[in-house]
């Protein structure tokens, strides 16, 4: 893939083109949601997100590492439920299933997973910052308590993918 980048009020936009199909990928940086430190044989759990947009489709691209498991699926039927501050919620379908990859480490995992992002959902997101986030796995519910400081992170990430239209 070839890659560049586009400036929005000091915000990039990563862009690549797809050798195959010529589509142009638009994509925004990763930014971490949530961390909790690991023990001295475990790696840390986090929860980092990037939207990608590939023609009129939105993807919201979860990068989920952890600790408690060192092998862990997130099933084609499963979903993630953003909690958001004003009472709703926004829930999503995963594109297919997703397995994670041993760490380095040897003890704990992670996985990148991809669900739909509709512009009703998108509107949403930007509507109320994010209080919690829930994705099911094959190892029950991952719940992530997002701090106040990164509430708002995955609505800057949809009004910055937006602007690639």
Do not use: W
Request: net charge positive.
């Amino acid at each position: 893939m070839a890659m560049s980048t586009l400036l929005f009020g000091q915000k990039k936009l990563k862009i690549d083109i797809e050798k195959t199909s010529g589509d142009t990928i638009f994509s925004t940086s990763d930014a971490r949601l949530y961390v909790k430190p690991g023990g001295p044989r475990a790696v840390a759990d986090y929860l980092k997100s990037s939207i990608f947009r590939i023609r009129d489709r939105y993807i919201l691209d979860f990068e989920i590492q952890t600790g408690r498991s060192n092998n862990l699926t997130v099933p084609s039927s499963g979903t993630a439920t953003l909690n958001l501050l004003n009472g709703n919620a926004v829930i999503l379908s995963t594109t297919s299933e997703h397995r994670s990859r041993v760490s380095s480490l040897n003890y704990g995992c992670f996985l990148f997973a991809l669900f739909r992002l509709t512009n009703a959902d998108m509107k949403d997101l930007q509507s109320s910052p994010i209080k919690s986030i829930s994705i099911t796995s094959s190892a029950g519910s991952l719940d992530y308590d997002i701090k106040e400081k990164q509430s708002t992170t995955i609505a800057d990430q949809v009004a910055r993918i937006l602007q690639s239209r």
